[in-house]
């Protein structure tokens, strides 16, 4: 097994979300849910409680809907693990306004700790590229991930973080989709249809 | 414009219903509407690799404010059934069109458990299913099946039976 990642997970979720102006965000569910939450919680957050490995196509219908926006989806190793075909998706139908940045456990962390193939075999960022992804990135020091951030607004690139497996307490946003879709919709001023 | 099909009928139904963005995996049964919507500087057509992927793709788009629908063989409907949660649960609509294989002179045998099983699963995941059987009022059954997923905010799914779409022929 590789070396596990060493940065909290909360620090780093803080430093991609600081600032988020009128970015749209959407997060896989489980701890990048939370971690979103707890940098702080707004209307122009989608968060997805279940759906796993949607995240990433979700991310891809709204930069298409929104191609002056920018979209960042902020999702698991599992999640990505789960939907990993949309990698190739999304590079073929291009989207330059959608990044994607993955928090890094190596592990199941909600269902037990199990180790997850970013731990055992498989690196993301090399399949995101091998896909067709014109930036790839991972990052394992909290300087990388500053350096991070801007890219994340600016171009369309896929990161992996090498976080710490270390689990935190949960924290919380709404769980009602219809609540969080209606919200989204309104604050993007599309509710109207 | 007389000799128009059903599925030019039906992808106008489509521009009608203010679809914008179409998710697909290629299937024969919609290669026609797969090339409309190339050709259509107006659509964005958007190749999957795996069905549920345009399930999120549609609930991405309507978060975004704009509409899009979902092209299928019945044989992609099982892998959509957990994906089918989110516009369930985010009270989204969504509509997808499904040709229908393993119901109708059937050649490959691999097809028919998901084709006989396609109404029922999708029911029991909460899609509103409708059926077209005929050319002459397939477009009618897809702009009304839209109205029903945009105006009332809930999954519905278009079934092209095998005798509508023609059987495929496997040439030996």
Redesign the interface.
Same mark, same amino acid.
């Given at each position: 097994m590789r070396n596990d990642g060493t940065l909290d997970r909360r620090a780093v979720a803080a430093a991609l979300l600081r600032d988020p102006g009128d970015l749209?965000v &959407?997060t896989g569910l489980g701890a990048p849910t939370y971690d979103a939450a707890a940098a702080g919680e707004r209307p122009l957050n %989608?968060y997805?409680w #279940?759906?796993? !490995?949607?995240?990433?196509? &979700? !991310?891809? !219908?709204?930069? $298409?809907?929104?191609p002056r +926006?920018r979209v960042l989806v902020l999702t698991g190793d599992g999640e990505m693990l789960m !939907?990993m #075909?949309?990698l190739?998706?999304i590079a073929?139908?291009g989207a330059p306004n959608l990044a994607i940045a993955v928090l890094d456990n190596a592990r199941y962390g909600e269902t037990g700790a199990q180790p997850s193939h970013t731990g055992l075999t498989t690196d993301l960022a090399a399949v995101a590229a091998a896909c067709g992804w014109p930036a790839t990135v991972t990052a394992r020091d909290m300087p990388a991930v500053e350096a991070l951030r801007p890219r994340l607004r600016q171009e369309h690139v896929f990161a992996v973080v090498r976080i710490s497996p270390a689990e935190l307490p949960r924290h919380l946003p709404p769980r009602d #989709?219809?609540y $969080?879709?209606?919200r %989204? +919709?309104r604050a $993007?001023d &599309?509710g109207g249809? | 414009m007389s000799q128009t099909t059903w599925q030019a009928q039906v992808y106008a139904a489509l521009k009608d219903a203010r679809i914008v963005q179409l998710g697909y995996v290629p299937d024969a049964g919609h290669a026609q509407l797969i090339e409309a919507a190339h050709a259509d500087p107006a659509m964005r057509a958007v190749v999957l690799t795996t069905e549920e992927e345009g399930i999120a793709l549609a609930a991405g788009a309507w978060l975004g404010g704009q509409r899009a629908a979902l092209l299928m063989q019945s044989s992609g409907v099982g892998n959509c059934i957990n994906m089918l949660s989110l516009p369930v649960t985010c009270r989204m609509p969504f509509l997808t069109l499904i040709t229908m294989r393993g119901e109708w002179a059937e050649f490959n045998p691999w097809q028919v458990p998901m084709g006989t099983a396609t109404p029922a699963v999708l029911t029991a995941a909460g899609v509103h299913v409708r059926r077209a059987d005929h050319p002459g009022d397939a477009a009618e059954i897809v702009a009304a099946s839209a109205a029903l997923a945009f105006d009332s905010a809930v999954p519905v799914a278009v079934l092209f039976s095998q005798r509508l779409v023609g059987a495929k022929v496997f040439a030996k």
């Open positions: 749209l &959407v %989608f997805l #279940g759906a796993m !490995g949607g995240a990433a196509m &979700v !991310g891809l !219908g709204l930069a $298409l809907a929104q +926006r !939907g #075909g949309a190739a998706t073929a139908a #989709g219809a $969080l879709a209606d %989204f +919709r $993007l &599309v249809d | -």
